[in-house]
């Protein structure tokens, strides 16, 4: 504990006895309905003994953690479901601990794999780590500001900042026999081979490695390491962690000093498995035409990003909402009520794309993310402004600036094409056929190419292909 309380006092300057304080009087306003909030908010699919649980995060305040593997440099929107089940803890005065697994990225977690996973190099691990470290905290940083606004008592409470921490740090100087001194002694096969996560791969052609199979040992290890570090006792895992969970409950429960007579009903530490999130159609959720759907505004932009969530189907838009937004359920379910009368109108997907944009991009981001989208499906024009969609649109793949002989010496059909808008010319052609293809709103022939009067402001022209394809063309200074 004597780590959690230092950074407490490092990152907030209050005293050991002010933090407790902040804390007490949190505690008092929203803990007692915590597990309750996230089973109706549909966070919970497993967790060990609820009534017990229930007390225990009722009593005091707790520490609890959840793992990510740098497998990428950046978050994806998969991540934000157990970073938001750790958000709920965090704003009730829980200690939170983001932990990047920097170590057990270099063996690789079977659980829900059908083969093994490709070996990562460490360099890139490494990498990785540092940019996913950085990543993290931004996230929850963001999130602070976004809970401001949507739960009441923040202003006046303690919320303790998320301790991000990175399992390399207890296994670079942990040798083999030290490990099985400690995991291995304690650990029983037969539980071991007993896991879904081991059996399913057992049972298939390719089979397990010793490496895969001890994996569950390397995570159990780390709950042990934070349960003896800064007295974490929850884990929150998805619902394919819920062997390795376990399997770090036995460990705890296993080399730890008998509970005294008070306690002796108490279970020492606890885990959660949240879902695994798929849309109503069975896909994988994250996924926008197989990519990924990064928080990095670098690696997916604001506006995709907006987008992604702006194109949710009916089916699932309410159970994300309670998954992504810190709205009041109340409100989620009027919004929904208000949404099943106009379905067409999208009124809970538009909440849902500006909650959790301006989540992770912030207030500026949803502006941005709404202002690029009137300017790519208005029809309007004299409405738009070429400065503002040049600084809207920075660094955008739709963007592209090019010079007056190909402004105006190159057919719309063309650019299209050649820029990738439009994958051939015969696409083009029948987009063409079908009155698919757009000059600032008006539908265009094959032969039609940009004059100056076309540009607006002088500056730069809209062009659409079908329903959601886009470009800026810009007139190079």
């Known amino acids: 504990m004597e780590m959690v309380k230092a950074a407490r006092r490092l990152l907030y300057k209050c005293t050991p006895k002010q933090c407790a304080s902040d804390l007490s009087r949190r505690a008092l306003t929203t803990r007692a309905s915590l597990l309750d909030e996230l089973t109706t908010r549909g966070f919970v699919s497993q967790v060990t003994k609820p009534e017990q649980l229930q007390n225990f995060l009722h009593d005091q305040n707790r520490v609890v953690y959840a793992g990510i593997d740098p497998t990428a440099d950046s978050l994806h929107v998969g ?31 079977p659980s829900g794999r059908s083969m093994e996973r490709p070996h990562m190099e460490e360099a890139t691990v490494n990498t990785n780590m540092l940019k996913l470290s950085a990543s993290v905290q931004k996230f929850f940083e963001r999130v602070r500001g976004y809970a401001d606004k ?41 539980s071991m081979i007993a896991r879904e996560s081991v059996q399913s791969r057992l049972n298939s052609q390719q089979g397990i490695s010793f490496a895969e199979f001890s994996y569950q040992l390397l995570q159990a290890y780390d709950f042990l390491a934070l349960h003896e570090r800064t007295g974490c006792t929850i884990q929150v895992g998805g619902s394919d962690q819920w062997g390795n969970i376990i399997a770090g409950l036995e460990l705890i429960g296993r080399t730890s000093e008998p509970l005294d007579s008070a306690t002796e009903s108490r279970e020492r530490a606890y885990g959660i498995t949240t ?203």
């Open 79 to 109: 991540h934000i479901l157990p970073m938001m089940c750790l958000v709920h803890f965090q704003i009730r005065g829980h200690q939170i601990i983001p932990l990047i697994g920097g170590a057990t990225a270099l063996i690789g977690d």
């Open 150 to 190: 949507r739960v009441s008592s923040l202003s006046t409470s303690y919320v303790p900042p998320p301790l991000v921490m990175n399992n390399i740090d207890w296994f670079k100087n942990l040798g083999v026999l030290e490990f099985m001194r400690v995991a291995g002694i304690a650990a029983r096969v037969s």
């Open 275 to 477: 879902p695994l999130l798929t849309t109503a159609s069975g896909a994988k959720f994250g996924k926008s035409a197989g990519n990924a759907i990064w928080l990095n505004d670098q690696l997916t932009t604001v506006y995709d990003f907006y987008q992604f969530f702006m194109k949710t189907p009916d089916e699932d838009v309410g159970r994300y909402l309670k998954l992504f937004t810190l709205l009041p359920l109340e409100e989620i379910e009027q919004v929904l009520e208000d949404h099943s009368r106009k379905p067409e109108e999208r009124t809970a997907q538009k909440l849902l794309a500006d909650e959790v944009t301006e989540l992770v991009h912030t207030s500026e981001g949803v502006k941005r993310a709404k202002s690029i989208t009137r300017v790519l499906f208005g029809t309007d024009v004299s409405a738009v402004n070429a400065e503002e969609v040049l600084e809207a649109l920075t660094g955008d793949r739709r963007l592209f600036v090019i010079p007056a002989d190909e402004m105006y010496g190159t057919t719309i059909l063309r650019l299209t094409v050649n820029y990738g808008v439009i994958k051939n010319a015969s696409a083009a052609k029948s987009l063409i056929a079908m009155r698919g293809l757009y000059l600032n709103g008006q539908t265009v022939d094959a032969h039609r190419a940009a004059h100056p009067d076309d540009l607006i402001d002088g500056r730069l022209i809209i062009v659409r292909a079908g329903k959601d394809k886009h470009a800026v063309f810009a007139l190079q200074p």
